[in-house]
């Protein structure tokens, strides 16, 4: 995958699918629009599933892990270490998105894209390392361009060997001490709002943290508007993509100011919005990721529902700039999935009560009155 030539097009939901879910929605033994959201799901997910009626969908989760050389910056409470160790736990099982996946019946798969460390990952880890973490992006571009693309391609490798398995519900999640730092100068990138609204605390630094996170953020945004003279960071951001697909801008930002598994998340939403497979966007890290996406390929968001809002700071107007309404609100700010993850019972109940619910017809009860 590169930033010169075009990718393969993104197909458009079913619309006749999505339809005629809404057909039958009209018709179940419910006032109209009293399931709220639910049915808006069910619709959405039918003209994305491809089925007015659709089954649950199996899904599978990736979690993506990488350091960054911004950690050296003080921004994160804990060491860059527990990267690798938090590799180990994943592999035995042991974390939020582990516990979570089990119980929802989900395979997980967690990839290595760039964890700093000389050692190969732990066993059940997928080895895709393309760099030992990233450059400190407050003194320089995260990655090199083509750091980025093998990046985006191994998310991309990641999505095709889920929906290759019999997947078609796809979950990603991530894994890397400093990375909301990353995360929240793409989202200012993106969204041109201020690091003061949208830096948060992360792993939980304390007010001087919290301040001085804010100062590398604004120095790394201030360093990557200094190398387009005369335009502002988020004009280059907006400017148009040269095949009207992918934007060059908005890969330049990503190498500059992301991170190995955000860009490796963004490789996966856009492959799955490729194969033309739903995706459950987690959280601040991932929606970062889905910025990123979105204006590489536009079209990608047609294939996006977030599964929840983080308690981070920022995740609201990434979540409002993308147009995405969240499943949850449970004030979590984990990372791994975990989020997305807790929605999938919320996906279950949508699907099973468009599915099982009896019609006005087949239970013999009055539809509503047409008004006189």
């Not at 649950?56 to 003080?74: I, L, N, S, T």
């Not at 592999?91 to 089990?102: P, T």
């Not at 398995?165 to 990138?189: E, K, S, Y």
């Not at 047609?302 to 599964?307: I, S």
Request: proline share 6%.
């Amino acid at each position: 995958m590169n930033n010169e030539s075009p990718s393969r097009p993104v197909p458009a939901p079913d619309a006749a699918a999505e339809s005629a879910a809404r057909a039958r929605q009209s018709q179940l033994t419910k006032p109209p629009g009293s399931l709220g959201r639910l049915e808006d799901l069910a619709c959405w997910l039918a003209g994305r599933l491809r089925q007015p009626v659709p089954d649950m969908p199996r899904c599978e989760v990736v979690v993506f892990a990488a350091d960054h050389g911004v950690a050296a910056q003080g921004v994160s409470a804990f060491p860059q270490a527990v990267t690798g160790q938090m590799l180990a736990n994943f592999a035995g099982g042991g974390a939020a998105i582990n516990v979570l996946a089990k119980l929802h019946d989900c395979r997980i798969e967690v990839v290595d894209v760039g964890v700093a460390t000389d050692a190969p990952p732990p066993s059940g880890v997928r080895n895709e390392r393309v760099r030992a973490g990233t450059r400190d992006l407050s003194e320089t571009a995260a990655m090199t361009a083509e750091e980025t693309r093998k990046a985006l391609a191994v998310g991309a490798q990641c999505a095709r060997r889920a929906v290759d398995r019999g997947a078609r519900l796809l979950i990603a999640g991530d894994m890397g001490i400093a990375n909301t730092t990353a995360a929240a100068c793409l989202i200012c990138a993106f969204t041109g709002v201020e690091p003061t609204r949208i830096v948060g605390r992360g792993t939980g630094v304390d007010d001087p943290g919290l301040q001085h996170k804010v100062a590398v953020v604004q120095a790394a945004l201030r360093r990557v508007a200094g190398t387009r003279p005369g335009r502002s960071l988020l004009d280059a951001v907006r400017a148009p993509a040269d095949d009207g697909e992918r934007s060059p801008a908005a890969f330049e930002i990503l190498r500059e100011l992301g991170g190995l598994e955000i860009a490796a998340i963004a490789g996966y939403y856009l492959e799955a919005a490729r194969l033309g497979v739903p995706v459950l966007v987690d959280g601040y890290i991932s929606t970062s990721a889905a910025l990123a996406a979105v204006r590489l390929s536009p079209a990608s968001l047609e294939w996006m529902q977030a599964g929840h809002r983080s308690a981070e700071a920022g995740h609201r107007v990434a979540l409002e700039t993308l147009g995405l309404v969240p499943l949850l609100d449970l004030d979590m700010r984990l990372g791994e999935g975990t989020g997305a993850a807790l929605a999938l019972p919320i996906v279950r109940a949508a699907l099973a009560l468009h599915r099982n619910m009896a019609t006005f017809a087949e239970a013999g009860v009055a539809e509503k009155s047409a008004p006189a």
